[in-house]
Protein backbone atom coordinates (compact mmCIF):
# COMPACT_ATOMS: atom_id res chain seq x y z
CA UNK A 1 0.00 0.00 0.00
CA UNK A 2 1.76 3.33 -0.65
CA UNK A 3 2.20 5.64 1.98
CA UNK A 4 -0.81 8.31 2.29
CA UNK A 5 1.05 11.33 2.11
CA UNK A 6 -1.57 13.99 2.31
CA UNK A 7 -2.21 13.58 6.43
CA UNK A 8 1.45 14.31 6.88
CA UNK A 9 2.33 16.89 9.91
CA UNK A 10 4.44 18.27 12.28
CA UNK A 11 3.97 17.41 15.77
CA UNK A 12 4.94 17.88 19.23
CA UNK A 13 8.41 17.74 20.01
CA UNK A 14 9.17 15.35 21.63
CA UNK A 15 12.71 14.81 23.76
CA UNK A 16 12.94 11.24 24.42
CA UNK A 17 13.63 10.84 20.99
CA UNK A 18 16.23 13.85 20.86
CA UNK A 19 14.78 15.47 17.87
CA UNK A 20 14.96 19.04 19.59
CA UNK A 21 12.28 20.33 17.47
CA UNK A 22 9.10 19.49 16.37
CA UNK A 23 8.36 15.65 15.31
CA UNK A 24 7.86 15.05 11.45
CA UNK A 25 4.94 12.36 10.95
CA UNK A 26 4.38 10.97 7.81
CA UNK A 27 0.55 10.24 8.19
CA UNK A 28 -1.77 10.43 10.60
CA UNK A 29 -1.45 6.25 10.95
CA UNK A 30 2.02 6.60 12.26
CA UNK A 31 1.13 9.53 15.02
CA UNK A 32 -1.66 6.85 16.30
CA UNK A 33 0.97 3.89 15.92
CA UNK A 34 3.48 6.02 18.02
CA UNK A 35 1.59 7.23 20.66
CA UNK A 36 0.34 3.41 21.61
CA UNK A 37 4.18 3.32 23.08
CA UNK A 38 5.44 5.14 26.43
CA UNK A 39 8.47 7.27 25.16
CA UNK A 40 9.78 7.06 28.53
CA UNK A 41 10.24 3.02 27.77
CA UNK A 42 10.63 2.94 24.09
CA UNK A 43 11.62 5.51 22.49
CA UNK A 44 14.00 3.28 19.99
CA UNK A 45 10.70 1.66 19.17
CA UNK A 46 8.76 4.94 18.44
CA UNK A 47 12.06 6.03 16.04
CA UNK A 48 11.58 2.90 14.07
CA UNK A 49 8.00 3.06 13.67
CA UNK A 50 8.20 6.94 12.32
CA UNK A 51 10.66 5.78 9.87
CA UNK A 52 8.30 3.18 8.19
CA UNK A 53 7.01 4.26 4.51
CA UNK A 54 3.65 3.09 4.57
CA UNK A 55 0.79 2.80 7.08
CA UNK A 56 0.55 -0.68 6.56
CA UNK A 57 4.03 -1.28 7.41
CA UNK A 58 3.81 0.78 10.45
CA UNK A 59 0.72 -0.76 11.71
CA UNK A 60 2.23 -4.53 10.84
CA UNK A 61 5.50 -3.26 13.10
CA UNK A 62 3.17 -1.89 15.86
CA UNK A 63 0.85 -5.63 16.55
CA UNK A 64 4.10 -7.36 16.26
CA UNK A 65 5.22 -4.97 19.39
CA UNK A 66 1.78 -4.98 20.58
CA UNK A 67 2.78 -6.56 24.47
CA UNK A 68 4.56 -3.19 24.87
CA UNK A 69 1.44 -0.97 24.11
CA UNK A 70 0.47 1.31 26.93
CA UNK A 71 -2.20 -0.09 29.80
CA UNK A 72 -3.83 2.96 29.30
CA UNK A 73 -4.08 2.89 25.53
CA UNK A 74 -8.16 2.06 25.21
CA UNK A 75 -8.58 5.29 27.42
CA UNK A 76 -6.24 7.82 25.51
CA UNK A 77 -7.24 6.42 22.39
CA UNK A 78 -10.06 9.35 21.07
CA UNK A 79 -8.05 11.85 22.82
CA UNK A 80 -5.28 11.05 20.92
CA UNK A 81 -6.80 10.32 17.67
CA UNK A 82 -8.70 13.70 17.78
CA UNK A 83 -5.02 15.79 18.59
CA UNK A 84 -3.71 14.04 15.74
CA UNK A 85 -6.59 15.31 13.89
CA UNK A 86 -5.73 19.21 15.14
CA UNK A 87 -2.15 18.84 14.26
CA UNK A 88 -2.80 18.03 11.12
CA UNK A 89 -5.41 21.00 10.11
CA UNK A 90 -3.53 23.56 12.14
CA UNK A 91 0.05 22.30 9.66
CA UNK A 92 -2.24 22.53 6.24
CA UNK A 93 -3.58 25.94 7.55
CA UNK A 94 -4.98 27.85 5.48
CA UNK A 95 -5.73 24.99 3.10
CA UNK A 96 -8.26 22.75 4.79
CA UNK A 97 -8.38 19.17 5.22
CA UNK A 98 -10.23 16.72 3.01
CA UNK A 99 -12.60 14.91 5.88
CA UNK A 100 -13.54 12.40 4.05
CA UNK A 101 -10.05 10.99 3.54
CA UNK A 102 -9.31 11.50 7.40
CA UNK A 103 -12.41 9.62 8.36
CA UNK A 104 -11.03 6.63 5.80
CA UNK A 105 -7.55 6.85 7.34
CA UNK A 106 -8.88 6.29 10.91
CA UNK A 107 -10.83 3.23 10.07
CA UNK A 108 -7.92 1.49 8.63
CA UNK A 109 -6.90 2.03 12.42
CA UNK A 110 -9.17 -0.28 13.48
CA UNK A 111 -12.06 2.40 14.55
CA UNK A 112 -15.85 2.38 12.91
CA UNK A 113 -16.56 5.14 10.86
CA UNK A 114 -19.53 6.86 12.76
CA UNK A 115 -16.93 7.06 15.36
CA UNK A 116 -14.23 8.11 12.88
CA UNK A 117 -15.84 11.15 12.00
CA UNK A 118 -17.16 11.97 15.12
CA UNK A 119 -13.06 12.01 16.36
CA UNK A 120 -12.48 14.08 13.05
CA UNK A 121 -14.88 16.33 13.46
CA UNK A 122 -13.68 16.99 17.05
CA UNK A 123 -10.28 17.34 16.11
CA UNK A 124 -11.01 19.84 13.31
CA UNK A 125 -12.88 22.04 16.50
CA UNK A 126 -9.58 21.74 18.31
CA UNK A 127 -7.55 23.03 15.32
CA UNK A 128 -10.19 26.16 15.47
CA UNK A 129 -10.01 26.54 18.66
CA UNK A 130 -8.60 29.88 20.70
CA UNK A 131 -4.55 29.66 20.66
CA UNK A 132 -3.63 30.77 24.10
CA UNK A 133 0.05 31.41 24.92
CA UNK A 134 1.45 31.15 28.42
CA UNK A 135 4.66 33.02 29.03
CA UNK A 136 6.43 31.63 32.57
CA UNK A 137 9.91 31.59 34.40
CA UNK A 138 11.24 27.97 34.83
CA UNK A 139 11.02 28.78 39.04
CA UNK A 140 7.61 29.68 39.03
CA UNK A 141 6.58 26.86 41.32
CA UNK A 142 4.74 23.80 39.31
CA UNK A 143 1.40 24.38 41.98
CA UNK A 144 1.11 27.85 40.17
CA UNK A 145 1.32 26.66 37.00
CA UNK A 146 -1.07 23.68 37.27
CA UNK A 147 -3.71 25.71 39.31
CA UNK A 148 -3.75 27.88 36.21
CA UNK A 149 -4.05 25.80 33.40
CA UNK A 150 -6.52 23.69 35.27
CA UNK A 151 -8.25 27.01 34.59
CA UNK A 152 -7.63 27.98 30.99
CA UNK A 153 -8.39 24.79 30.44
CA UNK A 154 -11.58 24.89 32.37
CA UNK A 155 -12.12 28.38 30.79
CA UNK A 156 -12.22 26.68 27.13
CA UNK A 157 -13.85 23.60 28.21
CA UNK A 158 -10.99 21.58 27.00
CA UNK A 159 -10.78 23.16 22.93
CA UNK A 160 -7.54 25.02 22.85
CA UNK A 161 -4.12 25.26 21.43
CA UNK A 162 -0.78 25.79 23.53
CA UNK A 163 1.36 28.41 21.64
CA UNK A 164 4.51 27.51 23.70
CA UNK A 165 7.39 30.48 22.92
CA UNK A 166 11.06 29.18 22.53
CA UNK A 167 11.96 31.97 23.85
CA UNK A 168 12.66 33.93 27.11
CA UNK A 169 9.94 33.21 29.55
CA UNK A 170 9.72 29.63 27.90
CA UNK A 171 8.72 26.86 30.33
CA UNK A 172 8.92 23.16 29.50
CA UNK A 173 6.70 22.37 32.10
CA UNK A 174 3.42 23.74 30.49
CA UNK A 175 4.62 22.19 26.88
CA UNK A 176 4.72 18.78 28.93
CA UNK A 177 1.48 19.48 30.44
CA UNK A 178 -0.12 20.09 27.19
CA UNK A 179 1.35 17.06 25.81
CA UNK A 180 -0.09 14.97 28.28
CA UNK A 181 -3.05 16.90 27.84
CA UNK A 182 -3.89 15.75 24.44
CA UNK A 183 -3.69 19.60 23.73
CA UNK A 184 -2.22 20.40 20.07
CA UNK A 185 1.06 22.40 20.57
CA UNK A 186 2.30 25.24 18.42
CA UNK A 187 5.56 26.44 18.31
CA UNK A 188 6.75 29.98 17.69
CA UNK A 189 10.17 31.98 18.07
CA UNK A 190 13.84 30.51 18.57
CA UNK A 191 15.84 29.44 22.02
CA UNK A 192 16.38 32.16 24.12
CA UNK A 193 14.96 34.71 21.73
CA UNK A 194 13.71 37.90 23.63
CA UNK A 195 10.35 39.45 24.19
CA UNK A 196 10.93 42.77 23.25
CA UNK A 197 13.04 44.23 20.38
CA UNK A 198 13.29 42.96 17.02
CA UNK A 199 11.36 40.01 15.96
CA UNK A 200 9.39 40.57 18.96
CA UNK A 201 6.04 40.98 16.70
CA UNK A 202 6.13 37.17 16.41
CA UNK A 203 5.28 36.96 19.97
CA UNK A 204 2.44 39.24 19.39
CA UNK A 205 1.05 37.57 16.32
CA UNK A 206 1.40 33.96 17.26
CA UNK A 207 -2.19 33.86 20.08
CA UNK A 208 -5.23 34.95 20.92
CA UNK A 209 -4.50 35.03 24.83
CA UNK A 210 -1.83 35.51 26.67
CA UNK A 211 -0.95 34.24 30.15
CA UNK A 212 2.12 36.00 31.61
CA UNK A 213 3.59 35.03 34.92
CA UNK A 214 5.56 37.63 37.26
CA UNK A 215 6.83 37.88 40.26
CA UNK A 216 4.96 40.14 43.12
CA UNK A 217 6.68 43.44 43.00
CA UNK A 218 9.42 42.01 40.52
CA UNK A 219 7.61 43.64 37.49
CA UNK A 220 10.02 41.84 34.91
CA UNK A 221 7.24 41.13 32.23
CA UNK A 222 5.45 44.68 32.91
CA UNK A 223 7.37 45.50 29.29
CA UNK A 224 6.43 42.28 27.49
CA UNK A 225 2.76 42.68 28.50
CA UNK A 226 2.86 46.28 27.08
CA UNK A 227 4.32 45.00 23.90
CA UNK A 228 1.79 42.40 23.82
CA UNK A 229 -1.12 44.39 24.88
CA UNK A 230 -0.11 47.12 22.20
CA UNK A 231 -1.53 44.68 19.09
CA UNK A 232 -4.42 44.68 21.10
CA UNK A 233 -4.35 41.09 22.40
CA UNK A 234 -6.13 39.77 25.98
CA UNK A 235 -3.29 39.55 27.98
CA UNK A 236 -4.05 38.73 31.89
CA UNK A 237 -0.89 39.03 34.13
CA UNK A 238 0.18 36.37 36.92
CA UNK A 239 1.36 37.05 39.99
CA UNK A 240 2.99 34.34 42.36
CA UNK A 241 5.53 34.50 45.33
CA UNK A 242 7.37 31.35 46.31
CA UNK A 243 5.81 31.65 50.15
CA UNK A 244 2.33 31.05 48.57
CA UNK A 245 3.04 26.77 48.29
CA UNK A 246 -0.24 26.38 50.97
CA UNK A 247 -2.29 24.35 48.43
CA UNK A 248 0.78 22.22 47.26
CA UNK A 249 -1.17 18.91 48.49
CA UNK A 250 -4.60 20.24 47.43
Known amino acids: ????????????????????????FLSLTHWIEARKFDLSKHASL????????TEYEVRRLSRKESANWRSDWQLIKTAVIMQGVAYHCIDLYPSR????????????????KAVADILCERGMKMAAAPKVCVLAE??????????????INKRFEGFWS?????????????HDWALSSGLPI??????????????????????????VFDRRGDKRAERTVANV????????????????????FI
Open 97 to 112: PIKSQLVREIERCGIS
Open 162 to 174: LVHWRGRFSNKTI
Open 1 to 24: MLLQRFSSFYGPELTEIGTGEATH
Open 229 to 248: RSAGKEVEVVLWQPEQMDDM
Open 186 to 211: IYVGDIDQRTLGPGSEVLRDCADHYY
Open 138 to 151: NKVPIVHLNRRLRL
Open 46 to 53: VQELLLMP
